[in-house]
């Protein structure tokens, strides 16, 4: 009878340790580095603009160095800008992840920025912002015995789509007005459109030129007016077409400086 007994109790000892085992071995490979996230550094990610929508794609890989496969295995992640204003958020359901085996695939979403500018959110249009990426990973190892989560997080720099519209100063030569200008807009952008240039006396238009620019980079010209013109522009207006967004700078001209 003690022999049967003792026997019962080294079989579940060895069961115990035998348990021990499996989840030891399933838990190492977390805080050994076995099992990697790779999520997207900045120079990864790929935009794209089109009819007013922004488009992303970020790409990630998972890497399951472990010694057992992983199941139900979901990615959860929220887009935000700096001001935490929520921008995308979506769940990605991969679901099996043999032991050894790398996952690749990217996050791909959307984001109406031009009716987001029509509500009166206009920051993204002119200014650089962060896009941050709160990203939750869930999943079950060793039979679904052991459940592992974890969160990340990551920040991704956006360009505005127009940077620049300025006015780089303005001279008299051999009977022409000569106005240098630039304009920087997101390498987002494709294309071309017109930087119109207006001069004013007051109320009075004098005279009006515009030049082609292109978009996606840095672009500077020199407009060219014929002199003498009607009057002596105390004010000159630049307005560009980007798209659906307009921007317009008004510069004064001080008394006399037109010689």
Not at 50 to 56: A, E, I, N, R
Not at 71 to 95: C, F, H, K, Q, W
Not at 164 to 179: H, W
Not at 187 to 210: M, P
């Amino acid at each position: 009878m003690a022999t049967s007994i003792r026997a019962i109790q080294m079989a579940i000892a060895l069961v115990n340790v035998l348990i021990f085992a499996l989840v030891f071995t399933s838990l190492w490979p977390f805080p050994s580095g076995d099992f990697n996230v790779d999520l997207p550094s900045p120079g990864d990610v790929v935009w794209g603009y089109d009819d007013g929508v922004v488009t992303v794609s970020a790409p990630y890989s998972i890497d399951n160095g472990g010694f057992y496969d992983v199941d139900d295995l979901v990615i959860r992640y929220g887009v935000t800008n700096y001001t935490d204003a929520p921008i995308y958020s979506g769940e990605i359901d991969i679901g099996s992840l043999p032991a050894g085996h790398v996952t690749s695939d990217s996050i791909d979403f959307t984001f109406p920025l031009l009716e987001m500018y029509e509500s009166g959110a206009t920051w993204m249009v002119f200014n650089d912002d962060f896009l941050n990426f709160a990203v939750e990973v869930s999943c079950y190892y060793t039979m679904k015995l052991v459940h592992f989560y974890a969160e990340y997080n990551v920040s991704v720099p956006w360009d505005a789509l127009i940077q620049e519209v300025a006015f780089d100063g303005a001279r008299s030569e051999g009977g022409l007005l000569l106005i240098d200008y630039h304009v920087v807009t997101s390498d987002i952008l494709q294309g071309t459109t017109s930087l119109n240039v207006y001069l004013y006396n007051g109320t009075d238009l004098l005279a009006h030129e515009y030049e082609t620019v292109t978009l996606g980079m840095y672009d500077s010209g020199t407009l060219v007016f014929d002199l003498p013109l009607s009057g002596v522009p105390d004010q000159m207006v630049l307005s560009v077409q980007v798209f659906e967004f307009s921007v317009t700078e008004t510069v004064a001209f001080d008394p006399g400086w037109l010689v």
